[in-house]
């Protein structure tokens, strides 16, 4: 399947989970993919580089933190330099906190909506500027925008579900170019965010109708699908995968 030939794919936290998936999915789909990681583990955005290279794709990665405005700015403005445009654009760096509200302190408030939120907000707005006609936007958010299903989730529930609205008034802004803009809300899925072997992990799959957790290769099987032609009249709305834990 060579149906992302010619295009260039940008993913914000590419090194591991979900986002290496995705990386790997848009490149085996003839994408050019670049990706970003926090700088933390170089050897494991490397190891996805080669994989995607092994596979006869072409991928290349980028120090760019999502907690600082200037690093995912400078990140995107040097995609664009470099290649011209992005016409694929994943938001998909997020972090996790499990702690209660009241004892969550200013700081990590900031810090879970500037990585979580801003950062998306300002990778959509560097992106779409020069974004070609049949653009695609993709956000990860999760399936904890609509349903808080534990009381240690309150700041990490807002960032994402302030995502929904963003998703929103982007896909108005953005339909009129062709370009569609959608947010995938995953459920438990298994990755070093949230391993499905933890200690938790038994407790949440009583919760999911399918009885287990989903994979990365899962998701990235549904932002392929949205990068596709099949899915141009979907925008501005969200997509919960989540083996039914939400239902
Ligand atoms: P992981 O923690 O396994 O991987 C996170 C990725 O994001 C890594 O590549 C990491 O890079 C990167 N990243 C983290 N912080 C930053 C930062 N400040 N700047 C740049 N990159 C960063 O997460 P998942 O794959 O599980 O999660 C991916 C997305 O899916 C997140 O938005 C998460 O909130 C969401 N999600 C996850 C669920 C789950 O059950 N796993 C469920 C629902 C949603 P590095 O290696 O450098 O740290």
Avoid: C
Avoid at 100 to 120: I, L, Y
Avoid at 187 to 200: F, H, L, Q, V, W
Wanted: hydrophobic share 40%; glycine share 12%; aromatic share 6%.
């Amino acid at each position: 399947n060579e149906s992302l030939r010619g295009k260039i794919a940008f993913i914000t936290g590419g090194s591991r989970g979900m986002g290496a998936a995705i990386v790997k999915r848009l490149a085996s789909e003839g994408a050019r993919v670049i990706f970003t990681h926090s700088g933390s583990n170089t050897e494991k955005a490397d190891l996805v580089v080669r994989d995607v290279e092994a596979a006869g794709g072409e991928a290349s990665h980028l120090v760019a933190d999502n907690g600082s405005a200037e690093s995912v700015t400078a990140a995107v403005r040097k995609v664009i330099s470099d290649y011209g445009r992005i016409d694929i654009l994943v938001n998909n760096a997020g972090i996790f906190m499990y702690k209660p509200t009241q004892e969550s302190t200013e700081e990590e408030f900031d810090r879970m909506m500037s990585v979580n939120v801003k950062a998306v907000f300002l990778a959509m707005k560097e992106a779409a500027a020069g974004m070609p006609e049949g653009g695609r936007i993709i956000t990860i958010g999760s399936n904890v925008a609509d349903r808080v299903s534990d009381p240690n989730m309150g700041l990490y529930g807002m960032s994402k579900s302030a995502l929904i609205g963003l998703n929103k008034g982007m896909a108005r802004e953005l339909g009129p170019r062709d370009i569609t803009v959608n947010l995938v809300q995953p459920g438990p899925i298994d990755t070093d965010m949230n391993p499905a072997d933890s200690e938790m992990a038994w407790e949440i799959k009583k919760y999911i109708p399918v009885s287990r957790y989903g994979k990365a290769e899962e998701i990235a099987g549904l932002v392929s699908f949205l990068t596709g032609a099949d899915s141009r009249f979907i925008t501005g709305t969200s997509i919960t995968i989540d083996g039914g834990f939400n239902s």
